[in-house]
């Protein structure tokens, strides 16, 4: 018998999941950021196998269900796309809830999942819809402008919603899915420009994710994105950790109150709903400045309490996105490892 793996496909919002449930081997021990380490030196290859052709294609991100080491969860997960690793996928864990409540591992209500960058809860909803809330998120830094060969200045936005992102207003594309390809290859400029100028974000970490955003299409949506991801596919969907990176943004330019609605539309046109609330000491001063425009009746949260010049600086403003989407089961299937197979491990 040749070793197997069993694996769900999924979409949310038209970005496929393909979540690996049972087989394959055991993908070591502690934290999940130790684990993904070890698998992308150890067991890389079936990432691979999973993703690349003739099994996958080059748009397919990977979802591995692991146990988690978090104790305050029920499941950990690995994500992983056509050139590596992911530290969150907002739409893959969409995908993920949709193909356990499948195998009948979970029903509606509030599940926690541990992943390499920290616990995202989860809502299940009785209509299949999911409302995952994402690690916390945060603008890292607001209009850094950087020359991008054959397009000229370029500014935009550098920030955390699970993986590091640009996110450029002033771009003048088409936001349309007939331009994608102008699409693809404008944000891919873009990147090369941010890694050749040395504009990383945390700790020198790569700037992989792309975001164009503009107008919706819909009226009833807020805006609408196209995100450029790590392997240079799009997303179809509206990006869960990109509309949380969206969310940071609006948050720290005070574009967008906490609670209320924000409804992202995708390149296809699908739509993520989400919302923000403050997190940590963001939150503890957010508080203390309601409460002092309160007292002093002022119509926004800016009177300065009595012995405070000015406000405490606590640097990066961090939100708890809320993200709310579905995803659909589309297949299933078993994997088969033949080591006959000269593309066993993908092409």
Same mark, same amino acid.
């Given at each position: 018998?040749?070793?197997?793996?069993?694996?769900?496909?999924?979409?949310?919002?038209?970005?496929?999941?393909?979540?690996?449930?049972?087989?394959?081997?055991?993908?070591?021990?502690?934290?999940?950021?130790?684990?993904?380490?070890?698998?992308?030196?150890?067991?890389?290859?079936?990432?691979?196998?999973? +993703?690349?052709?003739?099994? /996958?294609?080059?748009?397919?991100?990977?979802?591995?269900?692991? &146990? @988690?080491? %978090? *104790? =305050?969860?029920?499941?950990?997960?690995?994500?992983?796309?056509?050139?590596?690793?992911?530290?969150?996928?907002?739409?893959?864990?969409?995908?993920?809830?949709?193909?356990?409540?499948?195998?009948?591992?979970?029903?509606?209500?509030?599940?926690?999942?541990?992943?390499?960058?920290?616990?995202?809860?989860?809502?299940?909803?009785?209509?299949?819809?999911?409302?995952?809330?994402?690690?916390?998120?945060?603008?890292?830094?607001?209009?850094?402008?950087?020359?991008?060969?054959?397009?000229?200045?370029?500014?935009?936005?550098?920030?955390?919603?699970?993986?590091?992102?640009?996110?450029?207003?002033?771009?003048?594309?088409?936001?349309?899915?007939?331009?994608?390809?102008?699409?693809?290859?404008?944000?891919?400029?873009?990147?090369?420009?941010?890694?050749?100028?040395? +504009?990383?974000?945390?700790? /020198?970490?790569?700037?992989?994710?792309?975001?164009?955003?503009? &107008? @919706?299409? %819909? *009226? =009833?949506?807020?805006?609408?994105?196209?995100?450029?991801?790590?392997?240079?596919?799009?997303?179809?969907?509206?990006?869960?950790?990109?509309?949380?990176?969206?969310?940071?943004?609006?948050?720290?330019?005070?574009?967008?109150?906490?609670?209320?609605?924000?409804?992202?539309?995708?390149?296809?046109?699908?739509?993520?709903?989400?919302?923000?609330?403050?997190?940590?000491?963001?939150?503890?001063?957010?508080?203390?400045?309601?409460?002092?425009?309160?007292?002093?009746?002022?119509?926004?949260?800016?009177?300065?309490?009595?012995?405070?010049?000015?406000?405490?600086?606590?640097?990066?403003?961090?939100?708890?996105?809320?993200?709310?989407?579905?995803?659909?089961?589309?297949?299933?299937?078993?994997?088969?490892?033949?080591?006959?197979?000269?593309?066993?491990?993908?092409?």
């Amino acid at each position: 018998m040749h070793p197997t793996l069993q694996y769900l496909d999924t979409h949310t919002a038209g970005e496929p999941t393909r979540v690996v449930y049972a087989g394959g081997p055991e993908l070591g021990v502690g934290p999940l950021s130790s684990r993904v380490a070890q698998v992308r030196a150890n067991l890389d290859q079936y990432r691979r196998a999973l +993703i690349h052709e003739p099994r /996958g294609w080059p748009v397919l991100v990977g979802a591995w269900l692991v &146990p @988690p080491h %978090n *104790p =305050a969860c029920t499941h950990g997960v690995i994500f992983f796309n056509n050139v590596g690793y992911l530290g969150m996928c907002g739409h893959g864990l969409i995908g993920v809830v949709a193909a356990l409540a499948h195998l009948g591992q979970i029903t509606p209500g509030e599940w926690k999942f541990d992943t390499p960058v920290g616990e995202v809860g989860v809502m299940y909803h009785t209509d299949k819809r999911v409302t995952l809330t994402n690690v916390p998120s945060y603008c890292h830094a607001r209009d850094v402008a950087v020359d991008v060969p054959g397009i000229g200045a370029v500014m935009g936005d550098v920030a955390w919603g699970g993986n590091w992102f640009y996110l450029i207003e002033q771009h003048g594309q088409r936001l349309e899915l007939a331009n994608t390809a102008d699409l693809t290859e404008y944000c891919l400029r873009v990147r090369r420009a941010l890694a050749a100028s040395g +504009i990383t974000g945390d700790d /020198g970490a790569e700037i992989d994710h792309i975001e164009l955003f503009g &107008p @919706p299409v %819909n *009226p =009833a949506n807020n805006s609408r994105n196209f995100v450029l991801c790590p392997g240079g596919e799009y997303d179809r969907s509206p990006c869960g950790t990109g509309t949380s990176a969206k969310l940071a943004c609006l948050a720290a330019r005070g574009k967008l109150a906490a609670g209320q609605p924000w409804r992202q539309e995708s390149i296809l046109g699908t739509v993520f709903s989400g919302e923000y609330r403050w997190e940590g000491e963001s939150a503890k001063l957010e508080a203390t400045r309601h409460e002092a425009a309160r007292e002093h009746s002022s119509p926004a949260p800016s009177h300065i309490p009595p012995g405070l010049t000015s406000w405490p600086d606590i640097g990066k403003p961090m939100i708890l996105p809320r993200i709310t989407g579905a995803a659909y089961v589309t297949s299933a299937a078993t994997l088969v490892l033949d080591p006959e197979d000269p593309f066993c491990w993908g092409l």
